[in-house]
């Protein structure tokens, strides 16, 4: 057994490595299971990890350590983090204090539960891992099911960052057979895309806004306008191309899309 502490001001993170595995490139697919996920993991157990800080310090919201976690764990060789605790920020600690168990699998793709959005990652049908829900939506081939929020950490000491991040939802994600082709996955991932604008500007309104740690509270009612404009967005993109079927409307959305993510591609990370 290697024990490593690696140790900043905040948080503190901790490896304690079982199994040595060679380290992973820093732009490797790590997937990040929390604590209510329940699937079977296939691989070598790397080791475990700790993200945690006794104190009012920053740098230590669940977004950052998540990140940091990821970073370690590539170090080690593993691409698989499952979340075995979570203590949540209190009065006495305001920092997110997590545990995990890290893990070498072969194909750590196959336990996404989330996919975070990224120009370099579209989606596949593979990653539509939602029962079809025919009942409620009878002539539908298949349903995106994707948002964005917000985190702030507080911070005794400074001003913190608020991050954001755009999601696709794997298991509330669904197709059935007949939709699988790449028109209506061409679709899909429009969906996806509208949803990585509005994140975009919802970074943008609270740049200008000059929104940190120390007000956040003042994040929320912009992010609830922004989130309502991207709802109706992704209505009318639907109604606007008939679910895909109008195919010269679907060509016209796909070119006003990628504009849009360019116009705001100052704001595409936090």
């Not at 059935?176 to 899909?188: Q, S, T």
């Amino acid at each position: 057994m290697v024990l490593i502490v690696v140790a900043a001001c905040a948080p503190k993170l901790k490896s304690t490595i079982t199994k040595t595995f060679p380290p992973l490139p820093k732009d490797a697919l790590v997937v990040v299971l929390d604590i209510a996920d329940v699937q079977s993991i296939e691989g070598d157990v790397v080791g475990v990890l700790e993200a945690n800080h006794g104190g009012l310090n920053g740098n230590c919201t669940y977004y950052q350590n998540i990140l940091n976690l990821k970073e370690l764990a590539r170090k080690a060789g593993a691409n698989l983090i499952k979340i075995t605790e979570h203590k949540l920020p209190g009065t006495t600690n305001t920092c997110h204090r997590l545990q995990a168990k890290i893990f070498s699998v072969k194909n750590a793709k196959k336990y996404e539960a989330k996919i975070n959005w990224s120009a370099d990652r579209k989606l596949t049908w593979d990653d539509f891992k939602g029962v079809p829900d025919t009942l409620n939506y009878p002539n539908t081939l298949a349903m995106t099911n994707s948002g964005f929020g917000y985190e702030s950490g507080v911070n005794m000491l400074k001003e913190g960052k608020v991050f954001i991040q755009s999601v696709f939802n794997t298991n509330k994600s669904w197709v059935v057979v007949e939709g699988r082709n790449d028109y209506v996955l061409r679709h899909e991932q429009i969906h996806f895309d509208i949803t990585e604008i509005y994140s975009r500007k919802l970074r943008k309104e609270l740049a200008d806004a000059n929104i940190t740690s120390k007000n956040a509270e003042k994040a929320k009612p912009i992010f609830n306008r922004i989130f309502s404009e991207m709802e109706l967005r992704q209505q009318r993109y639907d109604q606007e191309t008939q679910r895909g079927d109008k195919r010269e409307t679907q060509e016209h959305w796909e070119a006003v899309v990628k504009l849009e993510l360019a116009k705001y591609e100052f704001y595409k990370s936090n």
